[in-house]
């Protein structure tokens, strides 16, 4: 077949979840190359910023990486892929690309807007205290500020991350300082912060984590699919997450070491599986994302809470979105099929 589209997969990256893209990208190349459809190639960016293009690893600048692509099937996780900036560079030379735009991809990764933003919207979510470390402070002062505001147990994460990197339940107060140093050491905005001034200070001043409220119940996820089956918004099954009895959540090991129960599609009443599905779509849409997205949430008797919202949903073989699109026939040839196509018709419409 002459004139396949060519595919620029890219993966890696400079965040914590190198790996995870990894995973991704490499599942993406090999269904791409067996489609028969589409030409693909690997684009990985190094731990440390840098851009090789292709199996040959020629070290290109994104420019140039990018220049001879149809398309970008955008494969990061986390700081730098998933936060907006590499969606500047997409759109600064044109090229099309999955996923959602840079203002969506900003604030949805950043889990301070988005909590602000989701919250205005009406959506229910945990209560919650930005831990934000000034200069020399010490982490059990950090920790006394979040006591004096919310009681344990918690949830300490990073402000901007993802795949569980950084995140731990606590239950005890003694605890809660090595846990608010794990959150802020695996902080991708304190990343960000650290290229924009080449500066440690400014890591430090602004190193930050958020403990949330622990919410004890059944965990779900949601994933949205926009423009499918005549759908504007489609929300695919909820799958229920049942992490193994050795682990006490949801944590990056058990994401993707297959020993986690994922019930898909979830067993609800109808009437709760409507209110999931619209719960998902309501935090897409509030967003302002773009293709598809993944919405974490939590049940707690009657009340449904938030906890997150993935623009870039993991595409791995242990993933949860491509488990919810099989659900409803959609292989995962298909699924990327279907991404590829709309990224392709954008363009030719402008």
Request: with cysteine; aromatic share 8%; hydrophobic share 40%.
């Amino acid at each position: 077949m002459m004139n396949r589209p060519l595919v620029g997969v890219l993966m890696g990256g400079p965040s914590s979840e190198h790996d995870v893209s990894l995973m991704t990208g490499t599942n993406i190349l090999k269904t791409l190359e067996m489609s028969g459809r589409w030409r693909a190639v690997p684009i990985t960016i190094t731990k440390s910023g840098h851009w090789l293009y292709g199996e040959d690893r020629f070290w290109r600048n994104p420019g140039e990486a990018i220049a001879n692509v149809d398309v970008i099937c955008n494969a990061l996780h986390g700081f730098f892929g998933e936060d907006g900036k590499v969606q500047q560079i997409f759109e600064h030379h044109a090229v099309p690309y999955n996923g959602s735009r840079i203002f969506a991809s900003a604030v949805a990764f950043n889990k301070i807007l988005a909590r602000k933003i989701l919250r205005k919207k009406g959506l229910l979510m945990p209560r919650a205290v930005v831990a934000r470390r000034y200069g020399d402070e010490s982490y059990e002062d950090l920790a006394r500020r979040v006591l004096r505001i919310l009681p344990p147990p918690w949830v300490v994460k990073p402000v901007a991350s993802g795949s569980s990197v950084g995140v731990s339940l606590v239950k005890h107060v003694d605890d809660l300082p090595k846990a608010l140093e794990h959150a802020c050491a695996h902080d991708d905005s304190m990343a960000g912060a650290q290229a924009e001034s080449d500066s440690a200070k400014a890591a430090s001043d602004t190193a930050q984590a958020l403990a949330e409220e622990y919410k004890k119940g059944r965990e779900i996820t949601c994933g949205i699919l926009e423009h499918f089956r005549g759908e504007h918004y489609m929300a695919l099954p909820p799958i229920e997450i049942c992490p193994p009895s050795s682990a006490s959540f949801f944590n990056y090991q058990v994401k993707y070491d297959g020993s986690t129960n994922e019930i898909c599609p979830a067993e609800f009443s109808d009437a709760m599986l409507k209110k999931i599905r619209e719960t998902a779509i309501a935090a897409h849409t509030a967003l302002g994302c773009r293709d598809y997205s993944r919405t974490d949430m939590i049940l707690c008797g009657t009340d449904l809470y938030v906890l997150e919202v993935n623009t870039l949903p993991g595409l791995t073989l242990e993933s949860l979105f491509p488990k919810a699109a099989a659900a409803i026939g959609l292989s995962f040839p298909n699924l990327l099929e279907h991404m590829m196509t709309r990224a392709i018709e954008r363009k030719e419409k402008r």
